[in-house]
């Protein structure tokens, strides 16, 4: 691993910037400011769930379309142009006096961060590593760790000294400085390119799929709970971090100092499931990685004391772990890489489309007088569900991968 790694330094951590300066369009990172948010717009938890949704909803859409453009630009030259656009965005959150104009931050900070930048980066890392690809994916992935790991804290104390806009152009500043960075890793992109042109491997039935004849296949849709559950229900708890805090009695702050242990047990389920991924397949793991949120939500509905949360934070952490890697992996593998752009940019679309769902079905739910426990009992039971359906899926097919 550790050789992999320094052989590769370049291009591993051009995927690592990515997606740690995706973090300003993930919802750990917006969620923050809930709080601030809400109070300057006078929104309720439902109005701004609604908003967020819709602008989550949107990029969704967007990315049906935008994601294909993997398939047919470099890294080094559509990374710089959605970092430009996402220090923008962060830009726009902190000048924009409207409410009505919400909708249209959110939609940007989300398309340019949680869409385009991880995309980028899990595309470019499928396709450069195949034999360790579940590596390259790890590492890569440790981006999104530091920034759930360091910013949480960074934020919250600064919001102690500055203006909550004032840390948004903080934040584009650091969104802009990472495009000289990427920019020199990438002087040398790495063969096979990040293209559609070199470096292929096939798919089920050796061969390479379309996005078409992908959706039209059933193993698909046998995924989609998972995408859609992983997302929204990851991304609602995160979203709704200031009121879980709340309605347990506790200080925010003792909340997100639980956050690097959080990261800490991700970082380590990454790196081992992506070395177990080179070593097994994905077939034989792809199932199982959302039981641990099964734990994580029971935890979260009856537990009362931090030590409680600290247990469900580790369940947490194993499951958004795997997440990071095997997911990225399977459309590589099942569907092959040569048309990998546009079909993960369908299953990004379903993965944002679901991180909209979940703030804001939680929210309504909210304020209609549904306490969060009873709705995480639900997404217990829920992601019982979506393992099931995972694993019925690759048992119809695992038999036609390619060897």
């Known amino acids: 691993m550790i050789r992999f790694i320094l052989q590769n330094s370049r291009w591993l951590t051009a995927g690592a910037l990515l997606t740690l300066i995706s973090s300003f369009?993930?919802?750990?990172?917006?969620s923050i400011f809930a709080g601030e948010i809400r109070t300057a717009f006078n929104l309720s938890h439902g109005d701004w769930g609604a908003i967020y949704g819709f602008g989550t909803f949107a990029s969704a859409i967007v990315?049906?379309?935008s994601g294909g453009l993997t398939d047919v630009m470099r890294v080094r030259h559509l990374g710089p142009i959605v970092l430009a656009a996402l220090a923008a965005s962060c830009l726009f959150m902190a000048l924009n006096p409207w409410v009505a104009l919400l909708p249209v931050v959110i939609f940007?900070?989300?398309f340019t961060g949680q869409g385009m930048s991880t995309h980028i980066a899990a595309v470019a890392m499928s396709r450069w590593f195949v034999a360790n690809r579940g590596k390259a994916l790890s590492v890569a992935s440790l981006g999104f760790s530091v920034g759930e790991a360091c910013y949480p804290i960074l934020v919250v104390s600064l919001l102690l000294f500055f203006s909550w806009q004032s840390v948004w152009i903080l934040a584009a500043g650091v969104a802009a400085l990472a495009i000289p960075a990427l920019l020199w890793l990438l002087t040398e992109e790495r063969s096979p390119q990040s293209s559609a042109t070199e470096g292929q491997s096939l798919g089920m039935s050796g061969r390479h799929w379309?996005?078409?004849?992908?959706?039209?296949h059933p193993l698909f849709w046998f995924m989609i709970p998972a995408l859609l559950g992983q997302s929204a229900f990851n991304t609602a708890f995160f979203f709704l971090q200031v009121h879980f805090a709340e309605i347990k009695g506790w200080e925010h702050l003792q909340l997100v100092a639980m956050f690097p242990v959080y990261t800490m047990v991700s970082i380590t389920a990454m790196i081992l499931s992506g070395i177990l991924l080179d070593k097994l397949d994905t077939a034989r793991l792809i199932p199982y990685f959302q039981l641990p949120m099964i734990v994580a939500f029971l935890i979260f509905a009856f537990g009362q004391s931090l030590i409680a949360a600290l247990v469900g934070f580790i369940f947490l952490g194993l499951s958004s772990g795997a997440n990071a890697t095997l997911p990225n992996a399977f459309w590589a593998e099942f569907y092959g890489t040569k048309h990998l752009g546009s079909i993960k940019a369908a299953a990004t679309a379903v993965m944002v489309?679901?991180?909209a769902i979940g703030p804001a079905v939680t929210?309504?739910?909210?304020?209609?007088?549904l306490p969060l426990g009873t709705q995480y009992v639900?997404?217990?039971?829920?992601f019982g569900f979506s393992s099931l359906m995972m694993w019925a899926g690759v048992q119809r097919v695992r038999t036609r991968?390619?060897?």
């Open 363 to 369: 929210g309504v739910l909210l304020d209609y007088d």
């Open 401 to 403: 991968l390619s060897n």
């Open 353 to 355: 489309l679901g991180s």
């Open 25 to 30: 369009g993930q919802t750990y990172f917006i």
């Open 210 to 216: 379309s996005r078409t004849q992908a959706l039209r």
């Open 63 to 65: 990315m049906i379309w």
């Open 378 to 382: 639900a997404v217990s039971v829920f």
């Open 108 to 110: 940007c900070l989300r």
